[in-house]
């Protein structure tokens, strides 16, 4: 398919502020991810229990969770994220991707809005 890459902004815990983060969509994540020094710098924690997590080479890792108030274009939610190691890939998961309605277009390597099925 082909990597497709947006931006989303993360807020500040407490309002003050967006930060504006470059995301490779990731369809076959079920949450979006950060690095957790950058989500703790913006002043979030993991407020879930820990869980586990199978990554893409099938092995098994237990995560951080917490809830981040995130925006695209100009529509703001509250999403999991999961807490990553540092370095890790800025990964916007499905969860994130159905709240706001966007889906990957994979001809033209773009996100896209999908019209929600109920």
């Not at 690095?35 to 990554?55: F, K, N």
């Not at 277009?105 to 929600?116: C, E, G, L, Q, S």
């Amino acid at each position: 398919m082909g990597d497709v890459y947006t931006t989303m902004g993360i807020w500040a815990a407490d309002g003050a502020y967006v930060r504006n983060l470059r995301m490779q969509a990731d369809t076959g994540a079920s949450y979006s991810q950060l690095p957790g020094a950058l989500l703790r710098d913006l002043g979030w924690a993991p407020t879930q229990s820990p869980r586990r997590s199978t990554l893409a080479d099938g092995s098994e890792v237990t995560v951080a969770l917490g809830e981040v108030k995130v925006r695209y274009g100009e529509e703001n939610l509250t999403r999991l994220f999961v807490f990553g190691e540092d370095g890790c890939k800025p990964l916007m998961g499905s969860d994130t991707m159905q709240g706001f309605g966007l889906g990957v277009d994979p001809v033209n390597h773009t996100i896209i809005d999908v019209v929600a099925h109920r």
